[in-house]
C-alpha cells in the first residue's frame, strides 16, 4: 500500500522561524538524547495522521500543516551549523516536527540536503549529521535511492506490526514498503535504523520483530504506546483505556503510559529476537524499565544519537 498524500491541506510558504535549534527532549525522567531540530516543516503530508500521533496535540497545530519553501536559506542555515564546533550534539533531526519525506512529491528539499552534507560533512570528516525519520515507503525514499550514499545521513523507518500499521496507520506507506524502501537503502550502502514504535497492547510483534532483525539495522529503537497531555483526550477510547494517565508534576511534563509490567513484557520479546543481531534500545523510557530489560542505560544508544559519545548517559533535562 503506497502512502496518501494530502498537498492541499499543506501550505507552502516561506518560513521566518530558525530552521536548526537546540532541542531539550521532554519529559526530563526519561532518557532521551537532546538533538538540533531541523524544521523544515510542521505537520505531516500524510494523510490520515496516525491515529496516536503526537501532532494531534493542539500545541502543534496541525490543523494546518506547511513546508517552507525558502529552501536556499534553510539550506544556507544548515551549512552555517555543519561549520560549528564544540556542540553538545551533532544530530539534526529532521523528523521531530514532521515525516521527515512526506513533502518531498511537492517540496523537494532532500537533494540538496543529501549532497550539502556529502560535501561539508562526510568530505571534511565532520560528526555533523542528518537524521531522517519516515513513515514512508519505496516511493518517498526516491531522493535517496537515486543518489550514492552519504555516511553522514542516517535513514530511520518508523514500522508497525501489519496488523495494528492498517489499523492505526491508515495514510502512512504499508509496513512491507517501509521495510522494502529501508532493504533497498541498505544494500545500496546506506545507514539505516529502525523504530517499532508505538508498540501497542494487543497486538503480536515477534513477526515484525524477526523482519527487522532479518534486516540487520545498524540499530533499532523499541517504544510503547504513550500520550503527552495534550495528545491524551485526542485518544480513541480503545487506544486511550488502557493508559495510565501522567500524574499531576508541579510544572513538568509527564506522559501517559502503559503500566510499567505491561511495558516490560511488551518490550521483552522484542527485544530478544532482535538484540542478538544489532544495537538495541528504548524511545522515551524510564530508567527502570532499560533496567528490567538488562540495557544499560548510561551507555545503550538510541535512535536520535549518531554515535557512541554523543550523549553522556541520563541527565534531566531543563525544563
Known amino acids: 500500500m503506497s502512502a496518501i ?24 525522567e526519561t532518557i532521551c538524547p537532546n538533538f538540533f531540530a531541523l524544521d523544515h516543516a510542521r505537520g505531516c503530508g ?22 517552507a519553501t525558502n529552501t536556499e536559506t534553510l539550506l544556507a542555515e544548515v551549512r552555517e551549523w555543519i561549520a560549528k564546533d564544540n556542540l553538545e550534539t551533532y544530530v539534526a533531526n529532521a523528523g521531530n516536527l514532521s ?18 552534507f556529502r560535501i ?7 560528526p555533523h549529521t542528518l537524521l531522517l525519520v519516515t513513515k514512508g515507503g519505496i516511493e518517498e525514499c526516491a531522493p535517496l535511492l537515486e543518489r550514492a550514499p552519504c555516511r553522514n545521513i542516517i535513514v530511520s523507518f518508523s ?10 496507520e491508515k495514510g502512512a506507506a504499508s509496513t512491507d514498503s517501509r521495510l522494502a524502501a529501508a532493504s533497498e537503502l541498505k544494500k545500496g550502502g546506506w545507514r539505516i535504523r529502525i523504530r517499532i514504535d508505538p508498540m501497542i497492547l494487543g497486538y503480536d510483534y515477534a513477526e515484525i520483530a524477526r523482519d527487522v532483525a532479518r534486516l540487520v539495522p545498524e540499530r533499532v529503537t523499541l517504544g510503547a504506546l504513550r500520550a ?13 483505556k488502557p493508559l495510565v494517565p501522567a500524574p499531576a508534576m508541579k510544572g513538568k511534563y509527564a506522559l501517559a ?17 532482535i538484540r542478538p543481531v544489532c544495537s538495541l534500545g528504548l524511545c522515551e523510557e524510564t ?27 541520563f541527565v534531566p533535562k531543563k525544563t
Not at 503510559?257 to 529476537?273: K, Q
Open 5 to 28: 498524500k494530502n498537498e492541499s491541506a499543506v501550505a507552502l510558504e516561506e518560513s521566518d522561524r530558525p530552521f536548526v535549534e537546540l532541542l531539550r527532549t521532554t519529559p526530563v
Open 46 to 67: 500524510f494523510a490520515p495522521l496516525c491515529s496516536y500521533c503526537y501532532l494531534k496535540d493542539p500545541y502543534y497545530d496541525n490543523a494546518r500543516s506547511s513546508a
Open 99 to 116: 515525516d521527515s519525506l512526506s513533502f518531498e512529491s511537492f517540496r523537494p528539499v532532500m537533494g540538496g540536503l543529501i549532497e550539502l
Open 120 to 126: 561539508e560533512a562526510e568530505a571534511k570528516g565532520r
Open 159 to 168: 514500522v508497525n506490526c501489519r496488523e495494528a500499521q492498517v489499523d492505526y
Open 228 to 240: 503527552d497531555p495534550g495528545l491524551y483526550p485526542c485518544l480513541s477510547p480503545e487506544l486511550r
Open 257 to 273: 503510559r502503559y503500566p510499567f509490567e505491561t511495558r516490560v513484557e511488551l518490550y521483552r520479546r522484542a527485544a530478544d529476537i
Open 287 to 313: 530508567p527502570d524499565v532499560w533496567k528490567a530489560l538488562g540495557f544499560d542505560w548510561q551507555h545503550t544508544r538510541c535512535n536520535c544519537e549518531a554515535y557512541p559519545g554523543h550523549h553522556p548517559g
